[in-house]
């Protein structure tokens, strides 16, 4: 994603910036390939004077964005929503951060503060049961709060009311330093640090015109894809306890656990922090340690084929995730779904592709499942492919990184020129785990002005509810839960 | 297909660390161990830039002009380590850092209960005066035998529960690492189901509440509800440097305080996050702890 001078961020009226969204919205043709424009980020800059709408959006081909921005000068504004329900919860949360009211919005409530809502069921009739779940529930899990409507064990209609662990981190970092909001940056969601962090630390470093060196570029790429070998691995370790495989469940997390150790050993840290820093050099020497990386990466990569390829020939495992929980493609068109769930409907968009080409020269496929029947069974063979284009791409990019001199690459800030910038904004979009990743940041002189988040769950949560009550029952919930392994912190921030 | 899983789930051997009866193993550098912040020595000044260096806050100088880092509040970013001009910061080579509740800082504040409103602030102060002295020094390369400390925690633990120790977890606002690493103490590396330890549905069938994240407004009561519902005696661990300090979150609109401003803890495990053999080791001691927690069921 770059934003070139000349490209700047386009001031306009808000009939002007519902214009231009709607024609974006147009661009997730249902049943297309891809979209030729996605929305990148829709926020609100809540510090400014009246607030802001802001939106960016890509354009896939050509690695471009557009900046679009609003001034919300009067109490209210048209909502977008109920043509768009990808916009159903941002507004929902611009509403919530500004005071300024979406008119037309189908479903306004409060979307930041769950305690001060309660949610009603919206079925009726004799043998309709609310069943609430949460947001302590079984197991070790995030706290959520899901409403289900019932009648006997199926599941009619679903509602999660999420945001209890709101943290309010893109307001805690205006004025902060570009250093200290990268341990925010970290901590967003604790599963995805190297995919936040990598997405901030790239806005920061376009906002402020530095160039990231090749060798850079590719640690991250490493870091990035280690932590996707550990997540799809939590993913189908859940996935095999949910239907009961128990010995698969713990096989595969010990692969988990396994890539968790080689990333403590690389970096200090099992979840990759401290690894990604804003205009930063390369961390490790790779020549040193890239046959024992390789080694780790062949036994860990040989168990979970080993495990894999049981589950997938075991009847009950299939079975069970066969037809549970579907995602319809109209609701992933609708929704601007992102990731694995959507690679699982047969749609081709992955950040890597459309934000970074270069990613297909060091080994970068694309995983779509042919049948695409956005199941639970699709969302879990997109995985397993990914692990191995993940294990490839490492071994690709770790024979690149062996062979440049670390010693000329880790002069740092100090061998290349720094920030050249002082004062300007800047996008980073990656692809985390579960999907496309998206920072956008005002940088002035060093410090944070404004700062906006959207993770690949933010997209993804409103339709986990649509899926879960789209013709499954009661036992359904934890298989569906699992293969959507979705992260709670990251949409909360 | 059953003699098949059978088969391989045989093949795969056995891979589960003998700590804590044995040394837990540690690879290359510290993920094993806990990554925070340790000085090494004095420095004979009273004041230095390193105070700033630190994001959370976590260093303060005592009277002996020597810098003291808060296990508690570090998140183990390294700046110190890499900053300090006299370089006296080294990472930390414990894993058995857990702080049961009473030392000096955390005794008074035991009795605080539920929070006052208002009276929220950063105990960055009370708790550095209270982890100065953290056991064993940090110079050996070599990792101690923790033997001793440990077995003399098990019996302890055996003696009150038996085999069998009931975990209720509580994310009141973390970032979902400590999560993973919660969830990593059922893997075959740690398996703490060896050790009688079990997870729990319900708060209700629970000895222990385990509480990670940095608590918000909107969890607060969730939490006191959940910490109700359990049964008497009772125990309460905080993990992670969000449930102890705030750490980086400490400054948001959204966050109510430490634990220990709301409900009384038993065991801190520090950390951000903690690792497994952490927790474990926080376990334990939180377990061998239960005649004492009798004393404010």
Same mark, same amino acid.
Not at chain 1, 45 to 49: H, I
């Given at each position: 994603m770059r934003l070139s001078p000349s490209q700047t961020l386009q001031r306009l009226d808000l009939d002007a910036f519902a214009r231009r969204l709607l024609s974006v919205r147009r661009a997730y043709k249902r049943g297309g390939p891809a979209p030729e424009r996605q929305l990148l980020y829709y926020g609100v800059?809540? *510090?400014?004077?009246p607030p802001a709408l802001l939106a960016v959006v890509g354009h896939p081909s050509s690695g471009r964005s557009s900046w679009l921005q609003a001034e919300l000068s009067e109490q209210t504004w048209r909502s977008l929503a109920d043509t768009w329900p990808a916009l159903l919860w941002p507004e929902m949360e611009v509403h919530d951060r500004t005071g300024r009211v979406p008119e037309g919005h189908p479903d306004l409530h409060p979307l930041l503060k769950p305690h001060m809502h309660t949610l009603s069921g919206r079925a009726s009739g004799a043998g309709v049961f609310s069943l609430p779940l949460g947001p302590v529930r079984a197991d070790v899990t995030e706290s959520g709060y899901f409403l289900f409507d019932t009648i006997g064990e199926q599941i009619m209609h679903l509602q999660p009311q999420l945001?209890?662990?709101?943290?309010g981190i893109e307001r805690m970092a205006v004025g902060r330093t570009v250093e200290d909001v990268t341990l925010l940056a970290e901590r967003i969601s604790g599963t995805t640090t190297a995919g936040h962090t990598a997405a901030y630390v790239t806005a920061v470093e376009q906002a402020s015109g530095y160039a990231t060196p090749d060798a850079v570029r590719w640690e991250r790429q490493l870091f990035m894809e280690l932590e996707r070998l550990y997540n799809h691995a939590h993913d189908i370790s859940q996935m095999a306890s949910a239907s009961g495989m128990t010995v698969g469940q713990a096989q595969v997390a010990r692969v988990k656990e396994e890539c968790l150790r080689l990333a403590g050993d690389l970096t200090g840290c099992r979840y990759l922090r401290g690894a990604i820093k804003p205009f930063? *050099?390369?961390?490790?020497?790779w020549r040193a340690v890239s046959s024992i990386v390789l080694d780790r990466l062949a036994a860990a990569d040989a168990r979970m084929q080993r495990f894999v390829s049981l589950l997938q020939r075991t009847p009950t495992f299939v079975d069970r995730l066969v037809g549970t929980g579907i995602v319809n493609r109209d609701w992933a068109d609708d929704y601007g779904l992102v990731g694995p769930t959507a690679r699982a409907c047969g749609i081709r968009t992955d950040a890597r592709l459309e934000y970074a080409p270069w990613t297909s020269d060091v080994g970068f496929t694309l995983c779509v499942v042919p049948r695409a029947n956005g199941d639970a069974l699709d969302r879990f063979e997109v995985r397993v492919q990914e692990w191995s284009v993940s294990i490839q791409m490492i071994r690709s990019l770790l024979s690149r990184l062996a062979s440049t001199n670390h010693a000329e690459n880790s002069d740092g800030p100090h061998g290349s020129p720094g920030p050249t910038v002082s004062k300007g904004w800047g996008g980073g979009t990656v692809e985390g785990p579960r999907g496309r990743i998206s920072h956008v940041v005002q940088v002035d002189h060093g410090r944070i002005a404004f700062w906006g988040i959207r993770s690949a769950s933010s997209w993804i949560w409103p339709v986990f509810g649509l899926a879960t009550a789209n013709g499954n029952i009661q036992t359904d919930f934890p298989v569906i839960d699992a293969s959507f392994g979705l992260s709670y912190a990251g949409l909360d921030r | 297909m059953l003699a098949n899983w059978l088969r391989a789930g045989i093949a795969s051997g056995r891979i589960t660390t003998k700590y804590p009866r044995n040394a837990a193993e540690l690879t290359q550098r510290h993920p094993a161990w806990q990554t925070v912040a340790t000085e090494t020595r004095a420095c004979g000044r009273e004041s230095c830039s390193c105070i700033d260096l630190c994001p959370t806050g976590a260093i303060a100088f005592d009277t002996t002009h020597a810098p003291v880092v808060n296990a508690l509040a570090c998140i183990g970013c390294g700046r110190c380590v890499e900053g300090c001009p006299e370089g006296i910061f080294a990472w930390s080579k414990q894993i058995d850092l857990s702080i049961p509740a009473d030392n000096e800082w955390s005794g008074s504040q035991r009795q605080a209960g539920v929070l006052a409103d208002g009276s929220v602030a950063a105990n960055a102060d009370t708790i550095a005066s209270g982890t100065r002295s953290d056991r064993g020094t940090l110079e050996e390369e070599a990792c101690p035998d923790w033997n001793a400390v440990d077995s003399a925690t098990l019996r302890r633990f055996r003696a009150v529960f038996g085999r069998s120790l009931n975990v209720r977890h509580i994310d009141v606002?973390?970032?979902?690492a400590c999560e993973s690493e919660v969830l990593a103490l059922? &893997?075959?590396?740690? &398996?703490?189901h060896r050790l009688g330890i079990f997870f729990t549905a319900s708060p209700r069938h629970a000895d222990v509440l385990l509480v990670t994240g940095a608590l918000t407004y909107a969890m607060r009561d969730v939490l006191l509800a959940t910490y109700e519902a359990m049964p008497r005696p009772r125990l309460v661990v905080a993990a992670g440097v969000c449930a102890l300090h705030g750490g980086v979150f400490q400054d948001s609109e959204q966050f109510v305080g430490p634990i220990d401003k709301v409900i009384p803890v038993d065991v801190f495990i520090p950390g951000c996050p903690p690792t497994p053999y952490a927790l474990i080791n926080g376990l334990l001691q939180a377990a061998a702890r239960r005649g004492e927690a009798v004393a404010h069921a």
């Open positions: 800059m809540d *510090s400014v004077n945001f209890y662990k709101h943290r930063g *050099s390369a961390a490790i020497d | 606002g973390s970032c979902n059922s &893997n075959p590396y740690y &398996n703490f």
